[in-house]
Structures are given as structure tokens and as C-alpha cells.
């Protein structure tokens, strides 16, 4: 039996106040926001080129247009490969749900694979048991900053002649033999809200190295004009469209942020070594996997509690929830992130997203399929993960990383207490 916990009124491990917010802002951030206030346009101002021109250099694409949100670029995304009525789209069973409403933007279907429990991303060797005559693209989702294993992705893609679409929103920096996330597929999507490793407030990042996919997915963003809106628009709808622009002040704070990137990407990985280090010999957690040939940014630290080990026979969630409870009275923020399988949300179970069954009743379409038992994987991760976001960035150091470590030690020692 370790120390009381603080949930049953013992000392608190992390007092109050310790653990700084996200994202770090300094002068340079001041400086150029207020300097946006100083433009000419609000909208498409002479940031947001700079910042797609900045953030395209440092990804290594060719292309690069900001929006409003990564789920925009999402849609961009699907819309630019051509996925629509009838089409199936290959979405892992676990994400969050702008990667697969993307599919439903464009009346496209979502085909659901389940996920592989160590990587917590889509199973590569289950994806092709799920491609059909219908299915068009394959959507890879970077969870957690840890990328898809590309190699084998690539190749049933290559032979299947599908398209493959990153979800990079939690991707930045997160490598694949040595490559950044962004730089595999056809084009990728990129979030910078608030939680994002890149944050502008709010906004997104449509990336690509094919000028004919980048002009579609713009297209798509600017009211179906296809001309950039600074360049002489004509003001018609040239295809069915959505309005994305990301505005000057947003994407300011974005390139302020992006300068500082790879430094803040530095203490990510310091941290990181010294929170795992402290809970190598935690019992009953299991520890994120890192495939040799990725390299994972952090995005998300999470673990999963081991209720085979912890002898626990009942509800998972439950007891997941519980522990999570003790952690957070211990001052150690872990929270619950995506609660649900994909396919269990309401709108795929109950396949009506704009009413009359639309888009699966579509004439061009044949049933699909989203029986739950389908996505084993998936379910267990949902019933018995916790993550922790943003207290193991900066300005968050090593010595916030040991106090979180400790945490954890001290609820997992005692965690047969909360087993009542
Ligand atoms: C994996 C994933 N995809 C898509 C998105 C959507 O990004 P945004 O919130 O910028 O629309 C998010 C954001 O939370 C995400 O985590």
C-alpha cells in the first residue's frame, strides 16, 4: 500500500499552478499580432500567404494553403481526390470524427478498419480486406504524433490505384523513415487550433505536391471559384463549394508559432524521455509503442491501463474512469480523449447524415457495414486509455515531467483502493 491518495484527502502531488498553459507566447507572438492589425486585409491578408509559403518550407511540400480548420482541409482533401456519391473512403475505427465526417462532406462513404492496439493506428494488414470496385481513397491518420507505417499503405494504394489522404492535424514533425508526416500521401491535412503542436488559435493547413489536387482542394475552399481570390476572381461557382479562408490575424500567430516550432518539438522530447523514464517499472500501464521506423512527436502521451494485471473483472470504463479521478486529484491532468468507436457514433449507426439515409442511400452505393464487433481493438483502447496533451510542452520542463511521473507511481500503487 503506497502514500494516501489525495482523492481519500492525502497531499496533493502537483500543487496548483505548476503546470503552465499551452502555447508558450512571447514577444515575437505580440509583436506580430499586433502587427496584422496593421494591414490592409483582414481576410486573405499578406500572412496567410507567408504563413502556407513558411509552413510549405518546413514540411517540405510544394504546396500549402491555409484555412479556417484542419477538418476544412480535411474535406479539401477528399473533394480534391475525387471521393463522392457512391465512392468509399477507407477511415481507421479510431480518430477523431473530423477525419471520417470529412467522407460525409463530400457524400462519400466511410469504410471503417480497426485499429492496431500498439499503434493505436488503422491496422495496416487489415486495410485491404475492406477495399471494394467502390473504394477510392484511403485516409492515414497520424495519432498522437506517431505516423502510420506509410510503406505498406502506399503499396496496397499503388496497387489498388487508390488515393491516400494524411491526416496529419496531430502529425507535425512526426517522421516515417526520416520523413516527415505531410509528405507521404497525395495531400494532407494539418490542424492549428489551440491543442495543436502548431497552434494559430484556430485554422488549418491544406498540403500537397500535385498543382492539380492543390487547385481542386481550393477550389473547394473559395466558394468553387478557381482563381485565388487576391488574383482577379470572377466570383463563380464553377463546382458545388464551401468557404475556408483562414483570416490574417489567426495566421500571424501561426508563423510566430511555426518559428518556434522545432525548439518547442526539442522539449517535447526531452520531457517525454524523462516522464517515460519515471514510469518504466509503473505496474499495470501500458506504455505507448514506437515502431523503429517512426519517430513519434508526443503529440498526445497515452496509456492504457492493463485490466488483465489489475485482476479488474468489471466495466472497464468505469474503473478507467476512476483511476483517471484519483490522477486528477493528484494534480496530474490525464483525461479521456476520443470516448467512442468511430462507426458507433449515432450518425454512422443510424447511416442518416442529411436525412432519407443520404449519402448511403445513394443509387451509386452498396451497403456497408458497421457492426461493432468489427473493431475489437478499437473498443478496448476507447474503454481503457488516458492521455495527457499539453503539460509535457514547454514551457513545461523536466522537472514538471518528474512530478507527472510521480503521479502516476503514487495512484497506480494504491489503484486496488479505487477498485471498491
Ligand atoms: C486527428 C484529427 N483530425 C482532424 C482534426 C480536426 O482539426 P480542427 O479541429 O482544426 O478542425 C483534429 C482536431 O482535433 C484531429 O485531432
Not at 474535406?75 to 457512391?86: F, K, L
Not at 496496397?156 to 512526426?174: F, N, P, S, Y
Not at 442511400?361 to 473498443?379: D, G, T
Request: proline content about 6%; hydrophobic content about 40%.
Amino acid at each position: 500500500m503506497g502514500e494516501q491518495l489525495a482523492i481519500h484527502g492525502g497531499p496533493k502531488t502537483i500543487p496548483d499552478g505548476t503546470i503552465k498553459p499551452w502555447p508558450p507566447i512571447d514577444e515575437t507572438d505580440r509583436k506580430m499580432v499586433l502587427a496584422s492589425l496593421d494591414v490592409d486585409n483582414h481576410a486573405v491578408g499578406p500572412n496567410c500567404g507567408a504563413f502556407a509559403k513558411e509552413f510549405a518550407a518546413w514540411n517540405g511540400n510544394r504546396f500549402a494553403h491555409t484555412v479556417n480548420s484542419g477538418t476544412a482541409a480535411l474535406h479539401m482533401a477528399v473533394a480534391a481526390c475525387g471521393c463522392g456519391a457512391g465512392d468509399e473512403v477507407i477511415v481507421p475505427a479510431y480518430s477523431w470524427s473530423s477525419s471520417v465526417s470529412c467522407v460525409l462532406h463530400n457524400n462519400a462513404i466511410p469504410v471503417f478498419v480497426d485499429i492496431d492496439f500498439d499503434t493505436m493506428n488503422i491496422d495496416v494488414n487489415k486495410i485491404e480486406a475492406a477495399i471494394t470496385e467502390r473504394t477510392k481513397a484511403i485516409i492515414a491518420v497520424h495519432l498522437h504524433g506517431l505516423s502510420v507505417e506509410m510503406d505498406p499503405v502506399l503499396d496496397i494504394a499503388k496497387r489498388h490505384g487508390l488515393r491516400v489522404i494524411e491526416d496529419a492535424c496531430q502529425g507535425h514533425a512526426a517522421l516515417y523513415r526520416g520523413r516527415k508526416s505531410g509528405t507521404w500521401g497525395d495531400c494532407a491535412a494539418f490542424s492549428c487550433n489551440h491543442n495543436k503542436l502548431l497552434c494559430a488559435g484556430t485554422g488549418g493547413m491544406f498540403v500537397t505536391n500535385d498543382e492539380d489536387l492543390f487547385e481542386r482542394g481550393q477550389a473547394l475552399g473559395s466558394f468553387g471559384e478557381t482563381r485565388e481570390p487576391i488574383d482577379d476572381p470572377d466570383y463563380h461557382a464553377y463546382a458545388k463549394a464551401w468557404m475556408y479562408y483562414n483570416n490574417d490575424l489567426s495566421a500571424s500567430l501561426g508563423r510566430a508559432q511555426l518559428a518556434k516550432l522545432d525548439g518547442y518539438l526539442e522539449c517535447i522530447q526531452q520531457n517525454v524521455a524523462v516522464f517515460a523514464a519515471g514510469l518504466a517499472d509503473v505496474p499495470h500501464i501500458i506504455l505507448p509503442t514506437v515502431p523503429e521506423e517512426c519517430h513519434h512527436n508526443w503529440y498526445n502521451y497515452t496509456l492504457r491501463f492493463d485490466m488483465d494485471a489489475l485482476g479488474h473483472a468489471g466495466a472497464p470504463r468505469a474503473f478507467r474512469d476512476k483511476i483517471v479521478a484519483a490522477l486528477a486529484a493528484e494534480g496530474v491532468p490525464f483525461g479521456v480523449w476520443q470516448q467512442f468507436v468511430l462507426p458507433e457514433m449515432t450518425v454512422f449507426q443510424a447511416k442518416n447524415a442529411y436525412g432519407k439515409a443520404c449519402p448511403w442511400s445513394c443509387p451509386n452505393a452498396e451497403p456497408v457495414n458497421y457492426a461493432l464487433e468489427q473493431y475489437p481493438m478499437a473498443k478496448r483502447h476507447c474503454e481503457t486509455h488516458t492521455c495527457l496533451v499539453t503539460p509535457l510542452r514547454p514551457p513545461n520542463g523536466t522537472d514538471v515531467a518528474e512530478m507527472l511521473a510521480a503521479g502516476v507511481r503514487k495512484v497506480m500503487d494504491s489503484v486496488t483502493q479505487l477498485d471498491a
